[in-house]
Every structure is written in C-alpha cells, then in structure tokens.
T-cell receptor, first 117, second 112 residues
Framework: GAVVSQHPSWVICKSGTSVKIECRSL??????MFWYRQFPKQSLMLMAT?????????EQGVEKDKFLINHASLTLSTLTVTSAHPEDSSFYIC?????????????FGPGTRLLVL | QKEVEQNSGPLSVPEGAIASLNCTYS??????FFWYRQYSGKSPELIMF????GDKEDGRFTAQLNKASQYVSLLIRDSQPSDSATYLC????????????FGAGTRLTVKP
C-alpha cells in the first residue's frame, strides 16, 4: 500500500510560537506532497504544493512567510506555522502523490490538529 | 462553474439500502477520478479510482464514469451505519492530468 504519516498528531501551543509538522511517505517516494487545512465542518482547502528540491507553490491567499514548507527529501515534507495565532487553529492534513500508480493517486496522512491558545 | 461539484447533502439512507453519490466535473480533458471517504475528525482515505468509462466494482462499492456527460458516481450497496461519512469526489485536471481537484463532499448518513 501507500502509507503517509504525520507528526505530531496534535499540538497545543501559545500564541506567537512556531510549530513544525512533518509529513512522511513511508513506503514510496513522493516528489510532490500537498498541504491542506480544514476548519470544522468545512471542505479541504489546499494551501500549497510541495515539490522535492524546489520551492513550494502556494495557493492564492496563503502567506508563504507564515506557512514555511520544506521538502528536502523524497519522503519528507515539513510545514512550519510561524508565529501562530488562535486563528491558525485548524486541522492540517498532508498528502503525497504516488507516481508508481498509473494516474498519480494522492494518499493522505492522518492529519495534525493544531490549537493555538 | 466549480471544477468539481457535489451535492453537500446530507444524504440519508436506511441500513441495507443503496446509497448513490454523484459528482460532475468541468475539465473535459480529465482522465482519472477518485472517491475518498472522510470520517468526522479524520483525514480522507481513498476508496476507489476509475479511469475508463463504465462501472468499476470493489466489494460493496461501484464507481461509475461517463466522460461524455462529465459525470462520476459512487454506489454503496447494502449500506451500513459505518458508511456514514463525508464522501469526496476528486478529479485530476491540468495539462499533465496530475493536478487533483476536490469537490466539497457529500455527507452520508446511514440510519440503523
């Protein structure tokens, strides 16, 4: 199968601190990973596309200086929420594209629940 | 027009019935289509993918694709309360057909 992990699964932090979330593809290499955010009872919102060895591509309205993405290897992408504020509290989910499959399926990690106090 | 459209629901069916979930998409060049299930508080998990026109069956799930009508559906036979979740339709779009776009999801409730 195609397994994607995320760490941590949940985090509580004080306003103003930075939080790093890791996304790993465990049994396949992922040149492309994606970061989503989901607020309660709302749809998935794509934040950015993370490409191994190059800069991430951010969706309109997502601040690249606030949400730092690093995709340093074929199995790891990190999202750092800098100077987090209560409005950043959300469910952050990564996915990884499995190019071994014919039509490049995305598999999701279990998500990270962030609460900023 | 949204790239991928789904009825938000909620769709409610009795246990044992067939649940029918529908999705339309706007990019005529799309070649691959996916259904994900998302339980409340969890991340989406892949149920099925379909590339060719027609039906594709996997256990109690059947995906149906009609590219001419730009329509993809998911049928769940013998629905169980454990099938209660939000179902996301996803379509690969773009020049390389690898840019995945998600619908907003249809919330399904299966009543015992």
């Amino acid at each position: 199968g195609a397994v994607v992990s995320q760490h941590p699964s949940w985090v509580i932090c004080k306003s103003g601190t930075s939080v790093k979330i890791e996304c790993r593809s465990l049994d396949f290499q992922a040149t492309t990973m994606f970061w989503y955010r989901q607020f309660p009872k709302q749809s998935l919102m794509l934040m950015a596309t993370s490409n191994e060895g190059s800069k991430a591509t951010y969706e309109q309205g997502v601040e690249k200086d606030k949400f730092l993405i690093n995709h340093a290897s074929l199995t790891l992408s990190t999202l750092t929420v800098t100077s987090a504020h209560p409005e950043d509290s959300s469910f952050y989910i990564c996915s990884a594209r499995d190019v071994r499959q014919y039509q490049e399926t995305q598999y999701f990690g279990p998500g990270t629940r962030l609460l900023v106090l | 027009q949204k790239e991928v459209e789904q009825n938000s629901g909620p769709l409610s069916v009795p246990e044992g019935a067939i649940a029918s979930l529908n999705c339309t998409y706007s990019d005529r060049g799309s070649q691959s289509f996916f259904w994900y299930r998302q339980y409340s508080g969890k991340s989406p998990e892949l149920i099925m993918f379909i590339y060719s026109n027609g039906d594709k069956e996997d256990g109690r799930f059947t995906a149906q694709l009609n590219k001419a009508s730009q329509y993809v559906s998911l049928l769940i036979r013998d629905s169980q309360p454990s099938d209660s979740a939000t179902y996301l339709c996803a379509v690969n779009v773009g020049q390389n057909n690898n840019d995945m776009r998600f619908g907003a999801g249809t919330r399904l409730t299966v009543k015992p």
